[in-house]
């Protein structure tokens, strides 16, 4: 794997400033949402979450607190951070005997790369921080189900890179097509935001950095 041989220095300099970890699944569903987010940060987060916004948030409240588990080997709400790839965040649980790492959700229903790329960026804080780490999954809450995600492999890890990258050059001033109108129709920030209705791209283009 990529991992294992790759450069301490290159594409990810040390002096470039952290990426939050929850920002990455922010960003691969709208880029615009992520400068949204930030417009939002001194107000009250009851004023613009939704009801699945404000569940999640209390899900991981629990986490944080560590009320999900009082295991020794379970580690919750766990800062971590990748020096390579400039990442900070919070993992959700990591159980130390199985060497999973687990990040719930309130509900899925899909796969969504957010998602799976989220989960990738903890598994390399946790190696990064000399962590065994074997195996990823993901758990919805409402319906009790697991889905079990395969390590990045090469491939993975040069398209999580990729993401990496154009998290960083990214210029809301440049950003002029909204992603697509039915994510606009669910997003939170839509009041806010001036491309709502814009030339439309798909999941595929945006993955790829396609203006």
Avoid: W
């Avoid at 889905?147 to 492999?153: F, H, K, M, N, Q």
């Avoid at 998290?167 to 129709?185: G, M, P």
């Amino acid at each position: 794997m990529i991992i294992k041989n790759r450069p301490k220095r290159g594409l990810f300099f040390t002096m470039e400033p952290y990426i939050q970890i929850s920002k990455i699944n922010d960003f691969i569903f709208c880029p615009q949402s992520v400068y949204l987010h930030t417009i939002y940060d001194n107000f009250d987060a009851a004023t613009y979450h939704d009801e699945p916004q404000k569940e999640g948030k209390l899900n991981h409240e629990n986490i944080d607190n560590g009320k999900y588990s009082t295991s020794a080997h379970i580690l919750q709400g766990m800062p971590v951070y990748s020096h390579h790839y400039n990442l900070a965040g919070k993992i959700d649980l990591f159980d130390r005997e199985k060497k999973m790492l687990i990040e719930r959700k309130t509900s899925i229903k899909h796969i969504y790369d957010g998602y799976k790329y989220q989960l990738y960026a903890q598994y390399f804080c946790l190696k990064d921080m000399g962590y065994d780490v074997e195996r990823l999954r993901l758990y919805s809450l409402k319906n009790n189900k697991q889905y079990d995600i395969p390590l990045p492999g090469d491939d993975e890890t040069r398209k999580f890179e990729k993401i990496i990258q154009r998290i960083r050059r990214f210029d809301v001033l440049k950003n002029v097509s909204c992603v697509s109108e039915a994510k606009c129709a669910r997003c939170i920030y839509s009041n806010l935001c001036h491309l709502s209705g814009a030339t439309t791209r798909t999941d595929q283009e945006l993955l790829n950095g396609k203006k």
